[in-house]
């Protein structure tokens, strides 16, 4: 006899556990590479750690650039796109404790003081995504944003490497448009309510 009353099965509810406890990272990667070919970008997954970034995934575009940052690498969150958009998420005093009064910084284009860092930051926030222009090297443009897991308390950042655009330009069309779908489609599955 059927009753009508239908309940989710234990195999859904494995299916689900397991897709919501995947590392964050290993659970962005096809959308990044996916990205990086449609874009012809050079893709990146990062993480924070400390006051460094480290590079976690790498996603080739179909652009060649001569200098790309591979997987392990450790620089400056407060110097990188990334690292700013994973900053953003984080409380102002959380940021201030991060770098005390030890504030430095290697690129001329960067945010030279911590007053300036919180202020871009308070920017990052308003519009979740972050643009980093000839910072870590020179000719080169990033845009990022980052996403959580919720269900795992893990943040990524998500990057798109390009050539800076020659002055006066914009950026090129479907670089931003694409990194903030895919940020959102992935905020969806995970629960991640900053991008709803």
Not at 9 to 16: E, H, N, T, W
Request: include cysteine; charge should be negative; hydrophobic fraction near 40%.
């Amino acid at each position: 006899m059927t009753t009508g009353i239908y309940r989710i099965g234990k195999l859904i509810l494995s299916v689900a556990s397991h897709h919501l406890s995947a590392p964050l990272v290993d659970a962005a990667s096809p959308y990044m590479s996916q990205l990086g070919q449609s874009t012809q970008c050079t893709g990146y997954i990062s993480m924070l750690t400390g006051r460094d970034i480290m590079v976690m995934r790498m996603f080739p575009g179909r652009t060649y650039l001569q200098v790309v940052t591979p997987a392990g690498s450790l620089l400056p969150a407060h110097e990188t796109a990334i690292g700013r958009a994973i900053l953003a998420r984080h409380t102002e005093e959380d940021v201030i404790q991060r770098f005390g009064t030890d504030y430095r910084v290697n690129s001329v284009n960067s945010p030279q003081t911590l007053e300036a860092l919180l202020a871009r930051l308070a920017e990052i926030r308003e519009s979740g995504v972050s643009h980093a222009c000839n910072e870590t090297l020179q000719g080169i443009s990033t845009l990022a944003t980052s996403v959580t897991n919720k269900h795992r308390n893990e943040m990524v950042g998500l990057c798109l490497s390009f050539p800076s655009p020659q002055e006066g330009r914009d950026i090129p069309a479907g670089i931003k448009e694409g990194l903030i779908a895919v940020t959102q489609q992935l905020a969806e599955k995970l629960g991640d309510e900053y991008w709803q």
